[in-house]
């Protein structure tokens, strides 16, 4: 089994920063590519940020800039460094996961998703 944990968030005021984490666990052999994904009130989840288990990294355009992910790969743990927050980027966050169970499966898996609001 395995669990995906996001943490951090929570009310920010416009400008500030924040910084989420993800971790996964459980019976894993190895976590190849990290994400998030956020999904605004009566918007579709979108895209923003991922990075391989090698360090590779692409951003949402919206976010380029602003926000840094990284990952420690000894902890399966990824962290979105949010810079210069706007009131635009509220939403829940989700974190995404794709872990490899065994010598010949690998899975996405979903965190539940962390609130991030920022007040103007």
């Known amino acids: 089994q395995v669990q995906v944990v996001e943490s951090g968030g929570g009310l920010v005021q416009a400008g500030e920063s924040a910084t989420l984490s993800c971790a996964a666990s459980g019976r894993i052999f190895s976590v190849t590519q990290m994400g998030w994904y956020r999904q605004a009130p009566g918007k579709q989840r979108e895209f923003v940020a991922q990075?391989?288990?090698?360090?590779?990294?692409k951003y949402a355009d919206s976010v380029k800039g602003r926000f840094t992910i990284s990952r420690d790969n000894a902890k399966n743990t990824a962290y979105l460094q949010m810079n210069s927050l706007k009131p635009e980027d509220t939403a829940i966050y989700y974190c995404?996961?794709?872990?490899?169970?065994?010598?010949?499966?690998?899975?996405?898996?979903w965190g539940q998703g962390t609130q991030v609001t920022v007040s103007s």
């Open positions: 995404s996961a794709y872990c490899r169970t065994s010598s010949h499966i690998t899975m996405n898996y």
């Open positions: 990075i391989s288990s090698g360090g590779e990294t």
